[in-house]
């Protein structure tokens, strides 16, 4: 059964750092592109970071480049997020999610659905 | 980037109704498009993939249809599990990934 956890999520001030973990299992981690997708408060889900199963491969939205990294330990099968200089509008619920049959992202290209998800773990940004 | 637009926002169904939910691209995305459930203070559920293809597990209730920029999302039969919000998100691999703004599903 496939199952990711993250953990990580909490308060804290405009400008600070936070860093989310994901943890996999049911899976070869290795095998397949992971990702983080967020949801404000009562609002829809906007997609944020992508990494190919190598590692080789990092996708940002325009939103958090140049602030979030997105890596992995495939010998730990974890994904993390570093997340710097937050703003209050990166309060948010932050979910990893797998890759879905049919995808495929290298370094040059990724594409592919999101066939599962974590619990999702918040963040919130505020003074 | 892409953008993705459902219709409706919001659709009060009975139980036993067929729903049919639309989703638009601003450009093709050939049959690259996905369908999500989302119940309230859960993660999403990958209902639909490739447009048309049903996810494993997933009832067969559940159909999708559509290719280029036009997309619907089909309950044949609407459950009391299924009030829920769709969301449909496009997976073109020269653009990010976008989603619609969701469909909230509400009992009549």
């Known amino acids: 059964e496939v199952q990711l956890l993250e953990s990580g999520g909490g308060l804290v001030q405009p400008g600070g750092s936070l860093r989310l973990s994901c943890a996999a299992s049911?899976?070869?981690?290795?095998?397949?592109?992971m990702t983080w997708v967020r949801q404000a408060p009562g609002k829809g889900l906007e997609w944020v970071s992508a990494?190919?199963?190598?590692?080789?491969?990092?996708y940002y939205a325009d939103s958090v480049k140049g602030r979030f990294t997105i890596s992995r330990d495939n010998s730990k099968d974890t994904l993390s997020l570093q997340m710097n200089s937050l703003r209050a509008d990166d309060t948010a619920v932050y979910y990893c999610?797998?890759?879905?049959?049919?995808?495929?992202?290298?370094?040059?290209?990724?594409?592919?659905?999101?066939?599962?998800w974590g619990q999702g773990t918040l963040v919130t940004v505020s003074s | 980037d892409i953008q993705m637009t459902q219709s409706p926002s919001t659709l009060s169904a009975s139980v036993g109704d067929r729903v049919t939910i639309t989703c638009r691209a601003s450009?093709?995305?050939?049959?690259?498009l996905a369908w999500y459930q989302q119940k309230p203070g859960k993660a999403p559920n990958l209902l639909i993939y490739?447009?048309?293809s049903l996810q494993s597990g997933v009832p067969s209730r559940f159909s999708g249809s559509g290719s280029g920029t036009e997309f619907t999302l089909t309950i044949s039969s609407l459950q009391p599990d299924d009030f829920a919000t769709y969301y449909c998100?496009?997976?073109?691999?020269?653009?990010?990934?976008?989603f619609g703004q969701g469909t909230k599903v509400e009992i009549k």
């Open positions: 999610a797998k890759f879905g049959w049919g995808s495929n992202c290298d370094s040059t290209s990724c594409y592919g659905n999101f066939d599962y």
């Open positions: 450009q093709s995305i050939s049959s690259l």
């Open positions: 998100q496009q997976y073109n691999r020269y653009s990010p990934w976008t």
């Open positions: 990494l190919s199963g190598s590692g080789a491969g990092t």
């Open positions: 049911g899976f070869t981690f290795s095998s397949y592109a």
């Open positions: 490739k447009a048309s």
